[in-house]
């Protein structure tokens, strides 16, 4: 299933657009990724988790 649903960054709304319509920001998808015991690069995404943004 596609998820159609949108979020804002910068002004957290939802919407169903790629744009938002208040600011003009790109949207993300707020899903979070599936979970797979098999993923091959768990490893990198824990780390990036915990690495300090500069």
Partial sequence: MKHFMRKCSDCKIYTLKYQCPKCNHPTVNPHP??????????RYRIEERYTEIE
Avoid at 33 to 42: F, G, H, L, T
């Fill in 33 to 42: 990724a599936k979970y797979s015991p098999d993923d091959k690069y768990i």
